[in-house]
């Protein structure tokens, strides 16, 4: 029988591009405070802004934890990005 283990700490730099370093700003001014008060009992996630990209960086003590932060960190680039559209 295979045992399953999970994995355990698991970390990844993501980076974002977007059309110009000014939507990079204006979409990294948006999400900041949220990343800045995300709880984090399992997982860190941290936000750069590099010119026309966004990076984020994540830590987490396990894959689940991960994933629960790259569904935080899109929704609430994406919902930026839908009012920022709305906006323009």
Do not use: C, H
Request: hydrophobic share 40%; proline share 2%; no cysteine.
């Amino acid at each position: 029988m295979i045992e399953s283990t999970p994995l355990k700490n698991v970390s990844s730099n993501i980076n974002i591009e977007f059309d110009s370093e000014k939507q990079a700003q204006l979409i990294y001014d948006s999400i900041l405070l949220e990343f800045e008060t995300a709880p984090d009992y399992r997982s860190s996630m941290t936000i750069t802004v590099e010119g026309k990209s966004i990076i984020i960086n994540i830590d987490a003590e396990d894959s689940t934890s991960f994933r629960a932060s790259i569904n935080s960190a899109i929704k609430w680039i994406k919902l930026s990005l839908e009012i920022n559209n709305l906006t323009n």
